[in-house]
């Protein structure tokens, strides 16, 4: 089993930056693809960003290329979402995801922390 927490969401006007992090216990990391999805009310969950096992690979929505950017660290077994150019459209639920395969299979994330609340004001 794997435990994560992510810390780092909050209010912030739109324009400015946000990092997430994704704190993992139970076991490590380094085997599993990681995701951050988000979910804003009245929608459906949306992959954001994932990484691949060894950190090389990487995933990023259209609404987000460019602005976002996603980064691992194993000594920490810890995964960041660095969120710059913040817009009201942001505003939503993020939730780090682990225990896929391959860093694009949705299906595939097994595990899912208790989510942080982002808020984007205009």
């Known amino acids: 089993q794997v435990q994560l927490v992510e810390s780092g969401g909050g209010l912030v006007q739109a324009g400015g930056s946000l990092r997430l992090s994704c704190a993992a216990s139970?076991?490590?990391?380094?085997?599993?693809?990681m995701g951050w999805f988000r979910q804003a009310p009245g929608k459906e969950r949306e992959l954001v960003a994932a990484?691949?096992?060894?950190?090389?690979?990487?995933y990023y929505a259209d609404s987000v290329k460019g602005r976002f950017t996603i980064s691992r660290d194993g000594a920490k077994n810890t995964v960041y979402l660095q969120m710059n150019s913040l817009k009201p459209e942001d505003t939503a639920v993020y939730y780090c995801?682990?225990?896929?395969?391959?860093?694009?299979?949705?299906?595939?994330?097994?595990?899912r922390g208790q989510g942080t609340q982002v808020t984007v004001s205009s």
């Open positions: 139970g076991r490590t990391l380094s085997s599993y693809a």
């Open positions: 995801n682990a225990g896929a395969t391959y860093y694009t299979d949705i299906s595939g994330y097994r595990y």
């Open positions: 990484i691949s096992q060894n950190g090389v690979s990487t």
